[in-house]
């Protein structure tokens, strides 16, 4: 017998730099176990690996890991045809995974779609072939509105062959009808056998063709099921209308299996229609890409497609259009509206200087924008990337699904088998033990138990981006609905994050040239404290001249020279480090802690260390932090403050705040610390912040929660983003959360209590093939109907009349 042909693979390896790169990821790759040879090119940064089973792939990455380069990956996906019920799902995934370069599938049977994460270059015909070999159809998801178009058109096919299916088996059925009203009448069996033909025979080909296919690659599906027990009902009326003696009028069975297969192509069109809503979070957000735009070249407007235009061009917006890419008004004043962006319902205003988002309406006035991101990298790409990452993976809590499905199928069978054989042994006629068989066959169904999970996480995640709030995946949503305690930052999280400088004094010198000092220091920085010292500047007419070699001192401050001085500016852990003395401004730094001020030392370090000036900012509190807080407490969740400002400043916003706990004046490096104190007192922790210093502690906490307006670097480690600033925003993601989870739950209990209490009653009789079809029918659109009661879900954003508090 001869062994199979080796694999080809070409990896992407980045960080190599010499020959002596290439050589160690070489040996790596050689070591792995069934690794028949490995060549690298250090030009094209490939390695050519020869194997012999596609699954070996994780080894690989891992030994490149390890020898401490990067093997990138990047995402496909592909839409699916032909899938009804999780075993669909699992034989998907599986033959995708079998493609050498597929690092993983997870196919997502509510919304029909794969999502492939591959290394190197994967031919995506390859793909599709193997999915067409599984028994299935693929195509590429490049553009979204020939996806959408198709789906119409295959709902509309699903329509018509419903009503011709209903058509034909509504005259069956209606002798059934009038036996229940007392009648007794029976159309003619060869009317019956005309009837059914049709519908077993055409209409019901789909069936046999998955079931046929599915039986190829030694597997089982739900169309198995269908076709094994509609064909069992109408060969059972075949054979005895052909054995009947001549004028008898034996009972048929006909019926049975031509409304059977009406049933269940009126729960799958029904289905259908429902889980085109749960996907309507994704149409809709993607109707706000504009096709065409306005853009001003040699002082001339031109239109032209999206897809034409670069970074940098100026476009003209007129008002009630939206604006075509992410931009920075350079001309005219205006109002935004954002609702199906950020969920903001009330229009923003907009003039120069201000950034714009692609996707939004230009409300009353003309605007000339730059365009400062395009595509893929615009806000509304970013959001709309988030909201499918998150539909496409799978919670932790579905592997106990697909463990199930992997095994159901056959069980059912046997478990038809048995019944069958059951009632022949306690002697009851082949007729019966032949329909109760079939029953069971129909009633086991596991298209519910594939729909439950991924339909509840489409519809939440869905109506949670349509209010500003974008959760990253599955798991940080299945993990969300569990947390016990919040950590908040403080600046641009519980506070506006846009301090004023409120108040300074000297130690020496005049008060113009400090402030001027410190404003050199701080220009080009985009931190809160620095624009309020810039702001300072501003209104007292000093101009103030860039610094040079500007330093970032980490959860210290800024550092740099001007002119022949070396000057640092930040919190007292400059002072102490410099061992010195505070002097006469210690009086003035006590009190204004005591009313909640975040204070900053201006020092010179050279020629000679000394101090020059103290300078004390204010802040105020969001509105909607008090509400945040409280509604937080009322869930039973704990709450504490994690800032690197003062104690004074941190003790005044927990105070105004009602917060639990404080942690002030702590490092970046050690907010992670504290988050992780927690979690091992016990805590499920979600913590919340906005800046690059929140990173570290947003990874370090179980699920993180990134304010809108803060940095990519927060968003990237956040499972969670809210996309605007409220802090109102936190309990409701946790609120949608726990809500996506009771669903999740709630569908699955269903999903299996319909099988548990569906099979023996089957199996003993108490159902006829009709019924078992109506409840099998029922229980899919169920699971997707209850799913979809999310999108009735809104937050509370009720603000008090409190809500200007302020922490000055």
């Not at 056998?193 to 519908?199: E, K």
């Amino acid at each position: 017998m001869n062994s199979p042909a080796p694999i080809e693979l070409d990896l992407p390896v980045h960080g190599m730099t010499c020959a002596s790169c290439a050589g160690r990821v070489e040996r790596a790759l050689q070591k792995v176990p069934g690794v028949l040879g490995a060549s690298v090119n250090l030009a094209s940064e490939q390695a050519r690996v020869s194997l012999n089973d596609a699954g070996q792939l994780p080894e690989l990455v891992e030994a490149v890991e390890k020898a401490g380069y990067q093997v990138p990956s990047h995402t496909l996906e592909l839409g699916i045809e032909g899938m009804t019920c999780a075993s669909c799902v699992g034989r998907v995934e599986r033959a995708l995974k079998k493609v050498p370069g597929v690092r993983d599938a997870s196919v997502n049977l509510a919304s029909e779609r794969a999502h492939l994460d591959l290394l190197g270059a994967v031919d995506p015909a390859i793909l599709i072939a193997a999915v067409d070999k599984a028994g299935y159809h693929a195509r590429l998801l490049e553009a979204e509105k020939p996806a959408q178009d198709a789906a119409l058109a295959r709902l509309a096919r699903e329509r018509i062959l419903l009503i011709i299916a209903l058509a034909l088996a509504l005259p069956l059925a209606l002798p059934m009808f009038a036996e229940w009203a007392g009648m007794h009448w029976m159309l003619p069996a060869w009317v019956q056998f005309a009837l059914a033909t049709p519908v077993q025979f055409v209409i019901g080909a789909r069936f046999y063709v998955s079931a046929w296919k599915a039986l190829r690659a030694r597997s089982g599906n739900m169309d198995l099921l269908v076709a094994l027990g509609t064909s069992a009902g109408y060969g059972l009326s075949l054979y005895l209308w052909l054995s009947a003696p001549p004028g008898s009028m034996p009972h048929l069975y006909f019926e049975a299996s031509a409304v059977l297969i009406a049933l269940i192509l009126l729960g799958k069109y029904l289905e259908s229609r429902a889980k085109r809503q749960t996907a309507s979070a994704i149409r809709a957000l993607e109707a706000l890409r504009p096709e065409r735009a306005t853009r001003i070249r040699d002082g001339h407007e031109e239109d032209v497609a999206i897809a034409e235009l670069r970074l940098g061009d100026e476009l003209l917006v007129r008002p009630g259009e939206r604006f075509p890419a992410d931009g920075l008004v350079l001309d005219g004043r205006s109002h935004a509206d954002e609702a199906l962006i950020t969920g903001e319902s009330l229009p923003v205003a907009k003039g120069p200087g201000d950034k714009v988002t692609g996707g939004a309406i230009n409300g009353e006035a003309l605007l000339t924008i730059r365009a400062t991101a395009l595509g893929g990298e615009t806000v509304l790409a970013r959001i709309i990337r988030l909201v499918e990452d998150a539909q496409a993976a799978k919670a932790p809590i579905q592997k106990l699904v697909d463990k199930v499905s992997n095994v159901f199928v056959p069980v059912v069978v046997g478990i038809a088998l048995l019944t069958l054989l059951g009632w022949l042994l306690a002697g009851a006629g082949l007729e019966t033990a032949l329909i109760n068989a079939v029953a069971v066959l129909v009633i086991a169904c596991p298209c519910a138990l594939g729909l439950a999970t991924p339909t509840a996480i489409m519809a939440g995640t869905g109506v949670a981006a349509r209010h500003g709030i974008l959760i990253k995946d599955a798991e940080a949503l299945e993990v969300a609905h569990a947390v016990s305690a919040v950590a908040f930052d403080k600046t641009g999280t519980l506070t506006a994050g846009k301090p004023g400088l409120v108040d300074f004094a000297v130690a020496e010198g005049e008060a113009d040239e400090a402030l001027a000092l410190a404003g050199a220091l701080q220009r080009g920085s985009e931190h809160p404290l620095a624009k309020a010292v810039l702001g300072a500047c501003v209104e007292r007419g000093l101009h103030a001249h860039a610094a040079s070699e500007s330093q970032a001192l980490a959860g210290r401050g800024i550092q740099g020279r001007v002119g022949e001085r070396l000057l640092a500016l930040g919190n007292r852990r400059l002072l102490d480090e410099q061992g010195l003395a505070a002097g006469d401004l210690q009086v003035k730094a006590s009190e204004w802690e005591s009313h909640g001020r975040t204070l900053s030392w201006l020092i010179e370090l050279q020629p000679q260390a000394r101090l020059i000036a103290l300078f004390a900012f204010g802040d105020s509190l969001k509105p909607g932090a008090a509400e945040a807080i409280h509604a937080l407490r009322e869930r039973g969740i704990a709450n504490c403050l994690i800032t690197g400002d003062n104690r004074g400043s941190a003790r005044l916003v927990a105070e105004a705040l009602g917060l639990d706990e404080v942690h002030a004046e702590v490092l970046p490096a050690d907010k992670a610390a504290v988050v992780a104190q927690m979690k091992q007192g016990g805590a499920l922790v979600a913590m919340v912040g906005d800046g690059i210093n929140d990173a570290p502690a947003l990874a370090a906490a179980d699920v993180g929660i990134a304010m809108g307006g803060g940095t990519d670097v927060a968003m990237h480690a956040a499972g969670i983003t809210l996309m605007r600033g409220d802090p109102r925003l936190v309990p409701a993601a946790l609120d949608i959360a726990r809500r996506t989870y009771a669903k999740i739950r709630q569908n699955l209990f269903w999903a299996f209590v319909y099988n548990l209490i569906g099979v023996p009653l089957a199996a003993l009789g108490l159902l006829n093939p009709m019924v078992a079809g109506a409840a099998m029918a029922l229980s899919s659109v169920s699971v997707v109907s209850n799913a979809l009661l999310l999108k009735r879900w809104k937050p509370d954003l009720q603000t008090s009349d409190n809500e200007t508090r302020s922490s000055r």
